[in-house]
């Protein structure tokens, strides 16, 4: 206990620090770490910079695709479509933890915004190749529909 306490008073000093001087961080993990911090405090704003700057300095790949993956989300909250839809593009290509989330995403794109139903049709099998589910299946199904 006695650890933790000394723990956190020196945290108390460290972490205001980080979080006021960004542009001195280059550790890409360091860097993800505050971006997504200030995601979830709702500072958008400052969050998507600092996960691009992540991006370039070089990542591991888990925490590379799952960067990826919350860029895609703040470009699409700041109705950059075109961003996370080339961002959600890139993760389906590719083995990795988001590729299902990224081609779900893309066949919503495709269905709402586009309206190709076969192209929604398309992107939405290739997820069930990989990872059946509820939730595509019934996709597939109205996408059916919609596509004759």
Not at 20 to 42: K, P, V
Not at 130 to 147: C, D, H, I, N, V
Request: with cysteine; aromatic share 6%.
């Amino acid at each position: 206990n006695a650890l933790d306490i000394l723990t956190l008073a020196c945290l108390t000093g460290i972490v205001p620090h980080a979080f006021r001087d960004e542009s001195s961080r280059t550790n890409g993990a360091e860097l993800t770490g505050i971006a997504r911090w200030l995601m979830e405090a709702g500072e958008i704003d400052r969050a998507l910079p600092l996960f691009r700057r992540a991006v370039d300095s070089g990542l591991r790949d888990d925490l590379l695709f799952r960067t990826l993956w919350d860029i895609a989300k703040l470009e699409r909250k700041h109705d950059n479509h075109e961003a996370a839809r080339s961002i959600w593009t890139d993760l389906s290509e590719s083995k990795n933890p988001y590729r299902v989330k990224a081609l779900s995403e893309l066949a919503k794109h495709a269905e709402h915004s586009e309206k190709n139903y076969a192209k929604a049709l398309e992107f939405t099998r290739n997820a069930l190749s990989f990872e059946p589910s509820l939730e595509l299946e019934r996709r597939e199904q109205r996408l059916k529909k919609k596509s004759r």
